[in-house]
């Protein structure tokens, strides 16, 4: 990837302010909510960007521990994936457990840090 | 297609929509009743819906809505095509529910399928709200809110006490089958998935603790297909996903996050306690639902919010819908493995 400025982060943040400033406020109906979906779509995409490289390198050691193993992350959440299908972790829930809550809830701080605030 | 022909095919239908049922009124409540105000609502893939006002002779208005299938061929990804149901059973099904006490409108007439219309059925235009997120906050519905929860238990009940020998042709999907069938789409994805493959093994650990009732399922019982008005719930709607099923499978639907805009306290609909739901059930007839129990169907609940969330995210990813709404429901499929991964142990 090219290091030179604007970086991969700093152009996605301009379209998305360019969809927020300059499209949003002259649109309406189907294609103003369309629009908030872009926004938070490329919201996801910046987040990804700036916390997604820590946890997938966390990611990938807890799965090594559990599945004893070693690959990519793809391919370990495959393997891990087969192995609960197949009853292999049934003797570790707790840590698999663990694993997968701290998982989601990485994968929730990405896709709608928000889910976790009660609105009510 | 260009705009203009696209208009001009929307002006076509509505027209010959208009002629069919002007005749069709006139068959149903004498002839010189006439139709008014026809407009067409929403357009899901897998459905139509057209409001209008029947006018008698004596000067009386009815308010009606009109569900019928879509004139063109069904997209065989869409989410909810694959478990939907004809509108004929979806009517049918109305008029059992409101004969079995359940708040449903009525059904005074359908539509055959001929050369002018896909099959629908009318029912009555109920006043209330069904925005959910207006349901949860609104300060007119103080009062509703607080009976809600025990009336959703009630009229569950009720509805799954219909007979099964009552009940039209529906597909059949108890407790395994229902798994196997989440798991199956899941699997076609090819993208495997540790949380809800940890929510497949333990729910299929637990599947006595599903109960073993078979009954008319609502499927998708939920805030957002209920229709509410001071007085709390007048009517419920949208009974395209109706099966045969396990029944507490819509108590636990009700439940599950995604429905309560972000009234987290309260987890029926965002609106109630669970002890109401499920008094309320009890009321009903249908018995006392372990708290066990539920929990096994609010985790089958978020795995079927997480399933339904990629299903419409492959629709785009597989091409045949391209959208960035469908697309970015797929991430969140993750509300509800979080959610699930909570609930388990």
């Known amino acids: ?120 | 297609m260009t705009a203009d022909i696209a208009e001009n095919r929307a002006e076509v239908q509505s027209r010959t929509l208009t002629a069919v049922l002007n005749a069709r009124v006139g068959q149903v409540y004498g002839p010189g009743t006439g139709i008014d105000g026809l407009v067409r609502l929403s357009g899901g893939a897998s459905r139509e819906t057209w409001s209008f006002d029947a006018l008698l002779p004596d000067g009386r208005r009815l308010p009606l809505i009109l569900k019928r299938d879509p004139l063109d061929e069904i997209d065989p990804g869409d989410a909810d095509v694959n478990l939907g149901i004809d509108r004929w059973t979806e009517g049918r099904l109305m008029q059992l529910a409101r004969e079995a006490g359940v708040p449903a409108p009525e059904v005074p007439f359908f539509l055959d399928a001929d050369d002018r219309t896909s099959a629908g059925f009318v029912s009555q235009r109920l006043e209330g709200e069904a925005l959910g997120r207006r349901i949860v906050r609104e300060d007119e519905f103080t009062q509703a809110r607080a009976k809600l929860a025990f009336q959703c238990g009630e009229a569950a009940a009720r509805f799954h006490a219909i007979p099964l020998d009552k009940l039209p042709p529906l597909r059949n999907l108890p407790v395994a089958a229902a798994l196997d069938y989440n798991q199956g789409v899941i699997d076609a994805f090819g993208q495997p998935h540790a949380g809800f493959e940890y929510a497949f093994r333990w729910l299929r650990e637990r599947l006595e603790l599903a109960g073993d009732r078979l009954t008319l399922c609502h499927g998708d019982y939920r805030n957002g297909n209920l229709l509410v008005d001071h007085a709390g719930l007048a009517g419920v709607l949208d009974w395209e996903l109706g099966h045969l099923g396990n029944p507490i499978s819509d108590l636990g639907w009700i439940c599950i996050r995604a429905w309560r805009y972000g009234y987290y306290d309260n987890p029926v609909g965002g609106f109630g306690a669970v002890e109401d739901l499920l008094d309320g059930y009890e009321a009903g007839g249908g018995g006392r639902v372990s708290l066990e129990t539920l929990r096994f169907w609010e985790v089958f609940g978020c795995m079927r919010w997480g399933v339904i969330c990629m299903t419409l995210a492959f629709a785009h990813l597989e091409g045949r819908e391209r959208s960035v709404e469908k697309v970015s429901i797929g991430r969140r499929a993750v509300e509800g493995e979080y959610d699930l991964l909570q609930l388990v142990d």
């Open chain 1, 1 to 120: 990837m090219p290091t030179d400025r604007p970086n991969v982060a700093e152009l996605v943040e301009a379209v998305r302010e360019f969809l927020t400033d300059h499209v949003g406020p002259n649109v309406e109906g189907q294609l103003a909510f369309h629009t908030r979906v872009a926004v938070n779509a490329l919201a996801i995409v910046e987040r990804t960007l700036a916390q997604g490289g820590a946890m997938d390198e966390a990611e990938l050691l807890r799965l090594k521990e559990l599945l004893h193993q070693d690959g990519n992350l793809e391919e370990m959440n495959a393997a891990l994936a087969r192995a609960i299908r197949a009853g292999e972790m049934d003797d570790q829930r707790a840590e698999l457990l663990a694993h997968l809550r701290l998982t989601a809830a990485d994968k929730i701080a990405l896709a709608n840090p928000r889910y976790l605030t009660p609105r009510g």
